[in-house]
């Protein structure tokens, strides 16, 4: 299991709450830093084509700007930009 992703406990929950996140962020096309989460999506020509998401799990420390940056930076190289 993920960690204690918005204080939610059962698999079930947490899947859905990262299903949410993720589509909210291919649809609005802007990245989320949620402590144990990271949302970036892959955007071409100004179009969202998908998702990359980080977890950590549980009692892991939060993301942090560094992190946050390294990982735009990897999904700007997998979108091919």
Do not use: H, W
Request: aromatic letters at 8%; charged letters at 25%; proline letters at 4%.
């Amino acid at each position: 299991m993920v960690g204690n992703f918005y204080g939610l406990d059962s698999d079930a929950s947490v899947e859905e709450a990262v299903k949410q996140e993720a589509e909210a962020v291919l649809r609005e096309g802007k990245p989320r830093l949620k402590d144990t989460a990271l949302f970036l999506p892959l955007v071409i020509r100004n179009s969202s084509i998908g998702i990359a998401c980080f977890l950590k799990e549980a009692g892991a420390p939060a993301f942090c700007q560094k992190d946050f940056e390294l990982a735009n930076n990897l999904t700007c190289e997998v979108a091919g930009l």
